[in-house]
């Protein structure tokens, strides 16, 4: 589910190339659930295996469904297993516990946050009415209410669920158990997405530790680690440590599940997406194109994870100008989540953006607005008005009106945008940065260049502290910068900018990368948010 966002978390927003690690956590999550729930109690387990019943058939239904995705038909026959769960109070006790966290991960799959919450708690407070405080029991239903919080992006209040969660387990079971692992991971990626990168390292290294020691260096757990760290690093343009760790996870992959397995498929688009953030547009098309056909393969050509392996071909053919063939895999995208997911799945508004974002690119305006409309409404839904995804869209409808010289429209969309950043992520957020850059370019664009300059300025600052001094993001915003003192005749002021960003991406891209052509004194970038 995390590492990044997922869901995968529901709230990331729209991290490209598949960089998650959404399947793969979905399964940790079925089997932490259960067996930390129920802790191996051999009393409770033990009772709960003896009743047998109708429990069990619902349960097993329930959960079936679920993975079917027919969550409607799931959450009646979960709420039926929950009225039946048992009748001797240990086993009902595990029986309600297991029925109340099944049923709170179908209300987050249909992204009801309120009612999967509130289910969770619910789980919580009666395992620590029978078992006290630090009980392991405990611990895994605190683990359930953070990564409802988690997935929703409300870090402030998952953090110190995982938190509680890791310190009663270590105490419980071992500071080097396989649970105590999987909550560090989760807690690392907690500040991986909101860019605490040097919270998130550590945490990260002694999960993958623990994981190497426990399950041995070719373990697929241990793949999901070396993966993390791998984003972590990516995340701060560090491609060229990235990449081994890529490689090593897809190399275990390949080797403990087979070459067609859908996790290597996974493997495969993460460093496809390394390879195009660095704009090497060949080297990841074969790699993209591979995990496509695993998923078609594995899974049957109408499964959302083929949807998603289309958007990541078709993002790989818009960024090298290929639109005609680019077009038709996003609509077939499209298409496939409308039928799987239903109309209004956030999924599905993750498509519409990217078909938004292609016809913006090809400059037909008149087709983004209804696209960009139907986006924002299913997000508003999913996630509320103040979820920064629903912020993702504004900023994109805000570009559109600045392309059509609207404005004022633009104008009040970046400050809609920003104001709800920094509420929801805090003022010092690469994402606060991005708002901050763009409504600096539509004032620039209008030559207001005295609002335009403390706001790019400010958006430098947040973005080299949160990514350091060396992430290709931070050159964007130096030449920005250096192009909008060269406007306004300060060449003595511009040129070491321009130069300090070129510096930057010859470091980070190679001396001969396209990208430096970029680097002039006149040329201006919009940032962007990741898009699906």
Not at 54 to 63: E, F, G, M, P
Not at 467 to 480: F, Q, S, Y
């Amino acid at each position: 589910m995390f590492g990044g966002r997922h869901v995968a978390s529901p709230f990331m927003i729209r991290v490209t190339a598949h960089l998650h690690e959404g399947p793969r956590m979905k399964r940790y999550l079925e089997i932490f659930t259960i067996a930390v729930l129920l802790f191996l109690s051999s009393t409770s387990w033990g009772q709960v295996s003896k009743i047998g019943s109708n429990w069990d058939t619902l349960n097993t239904r329930a959960i079936a469904l679920f993975k079917a995705r027919k969550f409607d038909e799931a959450v009646k026959v979960a709420s039926r297993a929950l009225e039946v769960a048992g009748t001797s109070q240990e086993a009902r006790l595990a029986r309600v516990t297991t029925s109340l966290i099944i049923l709170a991960d179908i209300y987050s799959a249909q992204y009801n946050f309120a009612a999967a919450e509130l289910l969770c708690k619910r789980a919580v407070e009666i395992n620590e009415k029978e078992y006290g405080n630090e009980h392991p029991i405990v611990a895994g239903a605190l683990y359930k209410v953070a990564q409802t919080y988690h997935g929703f992006g409300q870090y402030a209040k998952a953090q110190p669920l995982y938190e509680r969660s890791l310190a009663i387990l270590e105490k419980a079971l071992a500071p080097d158990h396989a649970y105590v692992a999987l909550i560090l991971n989760n807690l690392a990626e907690l500040y991986r997405e909101q860019s605490q990168y040097a919270a998130a390292e550590p945490l990260h290294r002694r999960s993958l530790a623990i994981r190497e020691k426990v399950f041995g260096a070719d373990h697929v757990d241990v793949a999901q680690s070396l993966n993390n760290v791998a984003l972590l690093y990516m995340s701060q343009g560090q491609y060229a440590l990235s990449e081994p760790l890529f490689r090593r996870s897809l190399a275990i992959r390949e080797k403990a599940l087979g070459p067609d397995h859908p996790d290597v498929a996974l493997s495969l688009d993460n460093l496809a997406g390394l390879y195009k953030a660095q704009g090497q547009y060949a080297t990841p098309e074969p790699l993209v194109k591979r995990a496509l056909a695993i998923r078609e393969k594995a899974l049957g050509p109408d499964h959302p994870d083929v949807a998603s392996s289309l958007n990541s071909l078709a993002g790989l053919y818009r960024a090298q100008g290929l639109y005609a063939l680019a077009e038709p895999l996003l609509k077939r995208s499209l298409t496939i989540e409308e039928k799987a997911l239903g109309p209004d799945h956030p999924a599905v508004s993750g498509s519409l953006i990217s078909l938004a974002a292609l016809y913006m690119d090809r400059g037909q305006y008149v087709s983004v607005e209804p696209l960009l409309t139907r986006a924002l409404a299913i997000d508003e839904k999913a996630y509320g008005p103040g979820s920064p995804n629903v912020v993702s869209v504004l900023s994109r409808l805000a570009s559109l009106y600045w392309n059509q010289g609207q404005y004022v429209l633009a104008e009040s969309l970046y400050k809609r945008s920003l104001a709800t950043y920094e509420k929801a992520l805090g003022p010092d957020h690469p994402y606060v940065a991005t708002i901050l850059n763009n409504l600096s370019g539509l004032y620039r664009a209008q030559a207001q260049y005295a609002p335009a300059e403390p706001l790019l300025k400010r958006a430098l600052a947040i973005s080299e502290k949160a990514l350091g001094p060396d992430h290709p993001e931070l050159a964007t915003g130096l030449n920005n910068l250096a192009g909008l003192l060269q406007e306004q005749e300060q060449h003595a002021l511009a040129v070491p900018l321009s130069k300090r960003a070129l510096a930057i991406r010859e470091k980070a891209l190679g001396p001969d990368h396209p990208a430096l052509s970029l680097n002039e004194h006149g040329h201006q970038s919009r940032w962007s948010l990741p898009c699906n």
